[in-house]
Nanobody, 127 residues
Framework: QVQLVESGGGLVQAGGSLSLSCAAS????????MGWFRQAPGKEREFVSA????????YYTDSVKGRFTISRDNARKMVYLQMNSLKPEDTAVYFC????????????????????WGQGTQVTVSS
């Protein structure tokens, strides 16, 4: 497994932006598919976005398409989630996840695809 540490969460007004970062400890970071999930109080963890292995496809849940952008920096072993036009319904704890086996298609959307998880960072969007 790889250690993942998220940062960048906070409180923002609706319409604002936040940038989340996830630092990974993996020696072969470029081999991992990376994902972002979120969990709101009383709700199940849900998929937000994923980036396949280096050069791979990006994926987004419909509710964030056009507002969120996932990116990765393999040299720094980092993955980012730029969140724009935030809405109160985006309020949740955001988790970074890694899959040593990569992912493709709908597999990238499933939490069970990922074998390492960060501790999460709180994002709160006020109306």
């Amino acid at each position: 497994q790889v250690q993942l540490v998220e940062s960048g969460g906070g409180l923002v007004q609706a319409g604002g932006s936040l940038s989340l970062s996830c630092a990974a400890s993996a020696l072969t970071f470029s081999y991992y598919a990376m994902g972002w999930f979120r969990q709101a109080p009383g709700k199940e963890r849900e998929f937000v976005s994923a980036h396949g292995r280096s050069g791979g496809t990006t994926y987004y849940t419909d509710s964030v398409k056009g507002r969120f952008t996932i990116s990765r920096d393999n040299a720094r072993k980092m993955v980012y989630l730029q969140m724009n036009s935030l809405k109160p319904e985006d309020t949740a704890v955001y988790f970074c996840a890694a899959s040593i086996n990569g992912c493709s298609g709908y597999g990238c959307y499933r939490p069970s695809t990922y074998d390492s998880w960060g501790q999460g960072t709180q994002v709160t969007v006020s109306s």
